[in-house]
């Protein structure tokens, strides 16, 4: 059956970094995009970033410049490296199976939680 596990999520001080990480079982990771979104409180769910199935890259909305998303095929997982980070980074972030960055998604993680403060 077709799971997402976030993890990498935690506490971090305003200009530091994580590593998310979405490992997918269930399916052939490239066969599939991958995206991220976040969730902060209050708010509505927002796109981060996205990889397609050749690889392609895309950084969305604030995460320009700050943001990597990359996959490891042999380890079915997708990373998001966040550095920079910023106290309105702080949200529940989820990665989510897409069928190539289309925002067709049928698979979402249980989502992973990331604050920012100081």
């Known amino acids: 059956q077709v799971q997402l596990v976030e993890s990498g999520g935690g506490f971090v001080q305003p200009g530091g970094s994580l590593r998310l990480s979405c490992a997918a079982s269930?399916?052939?990771?490239?066969?599939?995009?991958i995206g991220w979104f976040r969730q902060a409180p209050g708010k509505e769910r927002e796109g981060v970033a996205c990889?397609?199935?050749?690889?392609?890259?895309y950084i969305l909305n604030s995460g320009k410049g700050r943001f990597t998303i990359s996959r490891d095929n042999a380890k079915n997982t997708v990373y998001l490296q966040m550095n920079s980070l910023k106290p309105e980074y702080t949200a529940v972030y989820y990665c989510?199976?897409?069928?190539?960055?289309?925002?067709?998604?049928?698979?979402w993680g249980q989502g992973t939680q990331v604050t920012v403060s100081s």
């Open positions: 989510t199976r897409d069928t190539n960055c289309a925002l067709e998604h049928d698979y």
């Open positions: 269930g399916f052939t990771l490239d066969h599939y995009g």
């Open positions: 990889i397609s199935r050749d690889g392609r890259t």
